[in-house]
């Protein structure tokens, strides 16, 4: 068994990469090749939770589960929301060949997840960019959207002035050719955007549908919990959805489930998986002036084909301790 550091992964797995990584497994998932049980979360204490995520692809063949601790307090403690590992199965023996550091690899992917669904959905000369908060998946996302939309000007908006304002700052001397700024006003910086990215882990809707201008594509993709939301009715209602995968998004999308349930939606208003618009079998943006909502959840899919990139990567360098046992 290889294993892998949270340094090995930023190493190994940058985001021009990962972006052709979970652009060429999603297509899988709307194949139905992957198999991929619904992610268990068991409470740990307070608002601390521990997911499991297991789940197997064909191609790249292999199998494996991510073990993640979710523990909102963690940034104020200068540690990431996320923090565990996925273990990598071979598909021939059954054997565990590799172990490696989840919280990075999970933002990373996350991330490049919805750059595949921004460069397949949102308007070719979408150039403005919200960041509705300010932690790890902000600083992911504002890499993967450079990487896949012309962005001029960014705005970082949340409910504290001072870290908006950091990351405003941090991120210009990364991006000097970027215009970075921040505020507290979540529906200016939304209605002044071509891109909206909701990084959040509010369990409240704070970004409404009726602040999104026409032709503006968003990932929503904080919440993962069904009594999480970030966005209200009105994004869902204005919006065109298209979703990673169809049960999760069902058993678990806040927003999406309670519409469901109070019986202001159905199940086929949404437009469908990214994998089968990446594949051509159903429509993308069909208007310049159409709203497009990406629904993210993320799936074991992901993780384990973003973790065998990164096991690959990590052989043909040499990189990572192995272990016998």
């Known amino acids: 068994m290889i294993v892998l550091t949270h340094d090995d992964v930023a190493a190994l797995l940058p985001m021009t990469d990962a972006i052709e990584v979970v ?4 297509k899988g998932v709307s194949d139905r090749t992957a198999q991929l049980p619904l992610r268990s979360v068991v409470p740990v204490g307070g608002d601390n939770k521990m997911g499991v995520m297991p789940g197997a692809i064909a191609d790249p063949a292999c199998y494996g589960v991510k073990l993640v601790s979710l523990f909102p307090g963690n940034p104020a403690r200068g540690l990431s929301s996320h923090r565990g590992a996925i273990v990598l199965f071979e598909a021939e023996t059954g054997g565990a060949i590799a172990m490696m550091d ?8 996350t ?15 979408a150039s403005s960019l919200a960041l509705v908060g300010y932690g790890e998946q902000a600083e992911h996302h ?5 990487a896949v939309r012309p962005i ?6 949340g409910r504290s002035a001072e870290k908006a304002a950091a990351f405003a700052e941090q991120a210009a001397a990364h991006f000097p050719e970027v215009a970075f700024s921040s505020s507290t006003d979540l529906r200016s910086a939304v209605e002044s955007a071509d891109i909206v990215c909701t990084v959040t882990a509010a369990p409240k809707p704070i970004v409404s549908g009726d602040w999104v201008r026409e032709g503006a594509h ?17 994004m869902v209602e204005r919006g065109k959805i298209w979703v990673d995968y169809l049960p999760s998004t ?8 309670e519409m469901i349930a109070a019986g202001k939606l159905k199940e086929e208003d949404l437009a469908g998986e990214i994998g089968a618009v990446l594949q051509g079998r159903i429509a993308g943006r069909s208007t310049a002036e159409q709203i497009t909502v990406y629904r993210s959840l993320g799936v074991a899919a992901q993780d384990l084909a973003a973790a065998h990139f990164v096991l690959e990567r990590a052989r043909a360098t040499g990189r990572g301790q192995s272990v016998s046992f």
């Open 142 to 146: 504002l890499h993967a959207m450079l």
């Open 218 to 234: 968003v990932n929503v993709v904080g919440s993962s919990i069904p009594s999480m939301r970030e966005v209200d009715d009105r």
């Open 23 to 26: 652009a060429g497994v999603m």
């Open 111 to 125: 991330a490049a997840a919805s750059a595949v669904a921004t460069r397949t959905l949102a308007r070719e000369d």
């Open 250 to 257: 069902l058993a678990q999308a806040g927003e999406i489930v």
């Open 152 to 157: 001029e000007r960014v705005v970082v908006a």
């Open 102 to 109: 989840a919280g990075l690899l999970t933002a990373i992917r």
